[in-house]
């Protein structure tokens, strides 16, 4: 039913003879002047490392060298500090921008953690200044 449309076609494509890992026959469509497609063709192993090669380089992320000194923080100047000089980072080439994700999502758990911890800091010492101001109060002992 379909065969006017297939002949329509320029030539009969043949499907590759290799089969797959998993035994099933590669079903892509074999290279002219070859029994095999691109991946299984034993004449083209060579083009075939070079794309895998030149494929690896692209997705490796840019990061800074394993070596990099720590970054001390321990408090939002720290964090400031530290996103200010990712922004430059990303800026100069030096690191992947999904590298600067990474660090800005970070930084942002870690501006709320201690910002946290400051507060409950905070806390205690207004709870020590509500004792020592109210030291007859026994509702208010559990301060
Ligand atoms: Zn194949």
């Given at each position: 039913?379909?065969?006017?449309i297939?002949?329509?076609?320029t030539?009969?494509?043949?499907?590759?003879?290799a089969s797959?890992?998993d035994?099933?026959?590669c079903?892509a469509?074999a290279?002219?002047?070859?029994?095999?497609c691109?991946?299984?063709?034993?004449?083209?192993?060579?083009?075939r490392?070079?794309?895998?090669?030149?494929?690896?380089?692209?997705?490796?992320?840019k990061?800074?060298?394993?070596?990099?000194?720590?970054v001390?923080?321990?408090?939002?100047?720290?964090?400031?500090?530290?996103?200010a000089?990712?922004?430059?980072?990303?800026?100069?080439?030096?690191i992947?921008?999904?590298?600067?994700?990474?660090?800005?999502?970070?930084?942002?758990?870690?501006?709320r953690?201690?910002?946290?911890?400051?507060?409950?800091?905070?806390?205690?010492?207004?709870?020590?200044?509500?004792?020592?101001?109210?030291p007859a109060?026994?509702?208010?002992?559990?301060?």
């Amino acid at each position: 039913m379909n065969e006017g449309i297939a002949a329509s076609g320029t030539t009969m494509k043949r499907a590759c003879r290799a089969s797959k890992p998993d035994g099933s026959s590669c079903r892509a469509d074999a290279l002219p002047e070859s029994d095999f497609c691109f991946f299984h063709d034993p004449s083209k192993a060579d083009e075939r490392r070079k794309a895998t090669a030149f494929g690896g380089r692209q997705n490796r992320m840019k990061t800074l060298e394993a070596t990099t000194p720590d970054v001390e923080i321990e408090d939002t100047r720290d964090v400031v500090r530290l996103i200010a000089e990712t922004i430059n980072q990303v800026r100069r080439g030096q690191i992947d921008p999904r590298v600067a994700n990474a660090v800005g999502y970070l930084a942002n758990v870690l501006i709320r953690a201690v910002e946290q911890g400051e507060l409950e800091r905070r806390l205690v010492d207004l709870a020590a200044l509500v004792k020592t101001a109210r030291p007859a109060s026994p509702s208010r002992s559990d301060l």
